[in-house]
């Protein structure tokens, strides 16, 4: 059985590691993305976490950021996600 330091530490080291996801993800903001074995693409321009997930807003979807399969400078035209 974990004592009350143990338990705080193993909190606090578990927060360290959703923070470090997130801001991981942070640096697709902007970019072009793609996914969905290529067949969909779109600017990311919001990146969140739930449930230990790291979610990317493309157009109106969230993408779980372990499905995209490629990211690349932005233009204008790459979108093809409502």
Do not use: C, H, Y
């Not at 990311?44 to 739930?50: D, G, M, R």
Request: proline content about 2%; cysteine-free.
């Amino acid at each position: 059985m974990l004592n009350s330091g143990q338990q705080q530490f193993n909190a606090q080291f578990s927060e360290l590691l959703d923070l470090q996801l997130l801001n991981s993800g942070t640096s697709l903001l902007g970019k072009s993305v793609s996914f969905g074995n290529g067949t969909q693409s779109g600017i990311a321009t919001k990146v969140q976490q739930n449930a230990g997930q790291v979610l990317v807003r493309v157009g109106d979807l969230l993408v779980p950021a372990a499905n995209i399969e490629s990211v690349s400078e932005s233009s204008t035209d790459d979108s093809n996600v409502p």
